[in-house]
C-alpha cells in the first residue's frame, strides 16, 4: 500500500497523457508473472522517468500558454489569478510575476479582451437582439454597470452609444449599397 501511496504523489502532479503512457507501459509488461507491489514499483518507475524526460518550461512558454488559456476561457467570470495559478501548478504571485515584463497587468490583460469581444459583438450585430447585460455576463463582466464603466474607459463611448453608432454606420452602408 506505501507504493500506491508513493505513486498517487507523483501522479497527482502529472497530465493525463503522461499518465496514461506510464499505465500503457505497465500494462504491456509481462505482468502475468508479476506480483501486485512489484508492478506497481514498475508503475512509478515509468511515472517517474515520464516524469524526468520533461524539459523545464521556459517562463516565455509558459506566459504563451497562459494567454492562451486566458482567451480560451474569456467568458468565466471566475477566471482570475488563482484560477490560472491552480490550472498550471505555480503560485498566483508567479502568475503576476510572469506578467511583470508585459505592457498591461493580467487584470487588465483579461479587461482589455473581453471589452474587445464585447465590441466585436457590438460591431458585428449592431440591431442589438442581445441585451447589454447578456452581452455583459456572456463576456465574463459580473454586470452591466461595470462593464459600462470600463468600456466607456477604454472606447470613450458607452456599449450603448458604441451599438448606436454601429448602427447607423450599418444603415448608412446598406442605403450605398455596400
Known sequence: MLLLADLARNVEHLNG?????????????????????????????????????KAPMSAAMQLRRIKVYVRTHLRNPRLSPAMIAAEFGISARYVHALFRDEPITLGNYIRSLRLAECRRVLEENPAGEQSLTDLALHWGFYDLSHMSRRFREEFRLTPREFRKRAAQSAAAGRDLGI
Do not use: N, P
Request: aromatic share 0%; hydrophobic share 45%; net charge negative.
Open 17 to 53: 497523457c503522461v499518465l496514461l503512457q506510464a499505465v500503457d507501459v505497465e500494462l504491456h509488461a509481462d505482468s502475468g508473472i508479476l506480483d501486485a507491489a512489484e508492478r506497481c514499483q514498475r508503475m512509478q518507475g515509468a511515472v517517474l522517468t515520464a516524469r524526468s524526460d
